[in-house]
């Protein structure tokens, strides 16, 4: 149980270990977030609908959303702004690794008609000769992609999009970065019950990786049965360090937000938005 232990407890090396795809997709977990998704009025997996509502409001004037728009919405989950864009005549592509999201998604689009394509898989490894006016990846899903992801995926987006097209993205900031602590927690049923359907013991250490302004959240799950380990990355950035990645990728910042939805830029804000064009 001491050696067990120390292996709940210990730090791996940063970005040892990548395992969204379990989190997203597990028989339990991915009920659990599904349900988030659909809850309104909570800003868990998705942000509250009144929010997307002013979002999405916000996103077809920016870029001008109409019926000759191609939009690729990364990590679209059930579709909550895929469906709102597709109603103001939008193409939009959502691509996503959770099979119950999509399903739902492809569900709920085929009653209204809604002539979304929807892609199961990861993006990471998506590709098309498709090409779009605008890329989106929200909910600071850039910040849980290791370094070398984050390069894949912005060279993947640049190669994505059409001559003038955008990113719209969102991220943590380093001032939310501050205010996280490492903690070691154990509990009966940690999170009441997210991780599993039957008892189990969670363990939640989380740690802070300074000189990269890294958190890990590892979370080790005992059941009766098995033992699963979920390392959950967050990058925290500056917008100059957000600048410097896209730019390597050739893009060019046009502005920096508060969020999604165009609030002004707040330097003591706990997330940031960009729009990136090629
Ligand atoms: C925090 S949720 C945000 C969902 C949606 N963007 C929203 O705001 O309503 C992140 C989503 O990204 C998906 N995701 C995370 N990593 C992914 C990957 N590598 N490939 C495909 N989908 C991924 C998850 O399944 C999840 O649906």
Redesign the pocket.
């Known amino acids: 149980m001491d050696n067990n232990l120390e292996k709940i407890k210990s730090r791996p090396a940063l970005y040892e270990f990548y395992t969204?795809?379990e989190l997203?997709n597990d028989e339990h977990t991915s009920k659990q977030m599904l349900s988030y998704?659909l809850n309104g009025d909570v800003d868990i997996?998705?942000?509250r609908f009144e929010f997307i509502d002013k979002s999405v409001d916000w996103i077809a004037s920016t870029f001008n959303v109409s019926g000759n728009t191609k939009i690729a919405?990364f990590?679209?989950?059930p579709g909550?702004?895929a469906h709102r864009l597709a109603r103001r005549n939008a193409k939009v592509t959502g691509?996503?690794?959770?099979k119950r999201?999509i399903d739902y998604a492809k569900d709920t689009a085929a009653k209204e008609k809604l002539a979304i394509k929807y892609i199961n898989?990861?993006?990471?490894v998506f590709d098309t000769d498709e090409r779009f006016d605008l890329i989106l990846m929200?909910?600071c899903?850039y910040c849980?992609l290791s370094t070398e992801q984050r390069e894949k995926i912005l060279q993947k987006f640049y190669s994505l999009l059409n001559p003038g097209g955008s990113v719209l993205l969102d991220v943590y900031s380093i001032v939310a970065y501050e205010e996280r602590e490492e903690q070691s927690v154990c509990e009966e049923n940690l999170l009441d019950g997210f991780w599993a359907e039957g008892e189990y013991k969670g363990y939640l250490n989380t740690f802070k990786y300074e000189e990269d302004k890294v958190i890990l959240d590892k979370y080790t799950i005992i059941e009766q049965e098995r033992v699963r380990t979920i390392y959950n990355w967050l990058k925290y950035f500056t917008p100059e360090e957000l600048e410097k990645e896209f730019a390597e990728a050739r893009f060019k910042i046009e502005k920096f937000y508060s969020d999604v939805a165009g609030t002004p830029f707040d330097v003591k804000g706990t997330e940031f938005a960009v729009i990136a064009t090629k």
């Open positions: 969204a795809k997203w998704h997996s998705s942000r919405d990590g679209c989950g909550l702004y691509i996503d690794f959770s999201s898989t990861n993006y990471l929200i909910m899903d849980a």
